[in-house]
């Protein structure tokens, strides 16, 4: 069985920066996917907005437009661990964040292509 749990969510203000993480329960880290989504306060789970993806070597990495340049993705296989580095948060970017796997490569950033979650870790962001 797969689990991410996510951590580090919390208020902040426009401008600010947080660091979430994403710690995976799994017997081996290798071969999984790796990807970030949030959804938006009062937006059903099937409308879950892609953030951020990696690969297992960490490569393919890939990031939404609305992210790009202020949000980095990363992982460290060894810790089992996945990260999102926030930074010039707006308050566009309130939302529960996801921490997402997939076993194998992919370039998707649908939710449905995604088979293991985490519960999500809430991001506010005052303006």
């Known amino acids: 069985q797969v689990q991410p749990v996510e951590s580090g969510g919390g208020l902040v203000q426009a401008g600010g920066s947080l660091r979430l993480s994403c710690a995976v329960s799994?017997?081996?880290?290798?071969?999984?996917?790796m990807a970030w989504f949030r959804q938006a306060p009062q937006t059903p789970a099937t409308e879950r907005e892609f953030v951020a993806r990696i690969g297992w070597k960490g490569e393919n990495i890939e990031y939404s437009d609305s992210v790009k340049g202020r949000f980095t993705i990363s992982r460290d296989n060894a810790k089992k661990m996945v990260y999102l580095e926030m930074n010039s948060l707006q308050s566009e970017d309130t939302a529960v964040y996801h921490c997402?796997?997939?076993?194998?490569?992919?370039?998707?950033?649908?939710?449905?292509?995604?088979?293991?979650w985490g519960q999500g870790t809430q991001v506010t962001v005052s303006s």
């Open positions: 799994v017997p081996t880290f290798s071969g999984y996917t």
């Open positions: 997402a796997a997939k076993f194998g490569a992919t370039t998707s950033t649908s939710s449905f292509d995604y088979n293991y």
